[in-house]
């Protein structure tokens, strides 16, 4: 029997480079009551069925209309401290030239902003995932330049 998923969401930390800063993909929630809400990740509730993977994508699409077909980093969860809510959230770097819209009525806003403004913004029970895609991207250049310097002088 399949688990319930009616207090689970999954979604995407989409990051791009921007000279020497990181920047994420942002929403904001749609509606006068939602005026002065945080804004999120792009994620939603998974269908029944449907991998956290998968349902990262399809409601990146759903919200953003950025089409995320590259590799997905897990940045594993976090639980909203009030709702219980739980929101897996997957890393990818941006499509090069993407272009965010407003491309459902559940959002107002979709920007890329900067993400030392981004983790001020951002729902606080969300601001684990930003830290822990910029320790992602530190690896990553750590590993980099490891191997730069394994690689012999030509």
């Not at 804004?39 to 995320?68: C, M, N, Q, S, Y």
Request: hydrophobic share 40%; glycine share 6%.
């Amino acid at each position: 029997m399949p688990e319930p998923r009616g207090k689970l969401a999954s979604g995407t930390v989409l990051y791009r480079q921007v000279e020497d800063s990181v920047e994420v993909l942002l929403v904001h929630p749609a509606g006068n009551y939602n005026r002065r809400a945080p804004w999120g990740i792009p994620k939603g509730a998974p269908d029944p069925e449907e991998a956290l993977e998968a349902a990262a994508r399809r409601e990146t699409l759903e919200e953003t209309g950025v089409v995320v077909d590259g590799p997905l980093v897990d940045l594993g969860h976090v639980d909203y401290t009030r709702s219980k809510k739980r929101v897996h959230g997957y890393a990818a770097a941006s499509p090069a030239g993407a272009v965010p819209k407003c491309a459902s009525w559940e959002v107002d806003k979709v920007e890329f902003i900067e993400i030392t403004r981004a983790r001020r913004i951002i729902h606080p029970d969300q601001a684990a995932l930003l830290d822990r895609l910029l320790r992602h991207l530190a690896e990553l250049q750590t590993a980099s330049l490891e191997h730069e310097t394994d690689e012999p002088a030509a």
